[in-house]
């Protein structure tokens, strides 16, 4: 019996896989800019990097049309470094709102920040 289940399982992980090609996120370019970014992180890296942030939050595609997990959180941590602790404090209330999961973790580090 254990046997059977477990073949079905398989089968409905493969038949579910097959459906949709689609990605839940588009990434743009943020995986070469943020490697490049934490290799080397020059001003203009850096500011490469954050217009990326803007698109990824600004005009999300994929699947689900919202930015990836973590990128409001990143960003927002970015900007309150930088000096624009009001925006990047918004950015990181929003990774919460848009990932709920991420409250314990965003909440904390808002609460460590706002100290």
């Not at 409905?12 to 588009?26: E, I, M, P, Q, R």
């Not at 217009?51 to 997990?69: H, Q």
């Not at 404090?89 to 808002?110: A, D």
């Amino acid at each position: 019996m254990k046997h059977h289940l477990w073949s079905m399982a398989l089968v409905a992980v493969f038949l579910s896989s097959c459906g949709s090609t689609s990605k839940l996120y588009s990434w743009y370019n943020y995986e070469s800019v943020s490697y490049a970014v934490a290799k080397n992180p020059t001003p203009e890296r850096i500011e490469t990097l954050k217009k990326v942030y803007e698109r990824l939050i600004n005009e999300p595609k994929g699947s689900r049309k919202m930015p990836p997990p973590g990128i409001c959180a990143e960003y927002g941590y970015l900007l309150y470094k930088q000096g624009q602790q009001e925006r990047g404090l918004r950015l990181l209330e929003r990774e919460i709102e848009l990932y709920p999961e991420s409250t314990f973790f965003i909440g904390n580090l808002i609460k460590q920040l706002k100290k």
